[in-house]
């Protein structure tokens, strides 16, 4: 029986650079991904390098809440 929280969890990532600009006009949206950690060996808050099709390079997503 699994005891307290379950280990791994899903976190959303998102572009740091579309939140902070701002979503251009011209763009439909802020990029996503879905991903899980392990919150024995990350418990702070993740962040990858990812690409983003809205900014049209790799940017770095960081993890939101849900």
Request: net charge positive.
């Amino acid at each position: 029986m699994a005891k307290g929280k379950d280990v791994r969890v899903r976190v959303i990532l998102e572009c740091i650079n579309c939140v902070r600009n701002g979503v251009n006009k011209e763009s439909p949206g802020v990029s996503r991904y879905i991903t899980q950690k392990n919150r024995h060996n990350t418990p702070s808050r993740l962040e990858l390098r990812k690409f983003c099709p809205y900014c049209f390079k790799h940017t770095i997503h960081g993890e939101i809440k849900k």
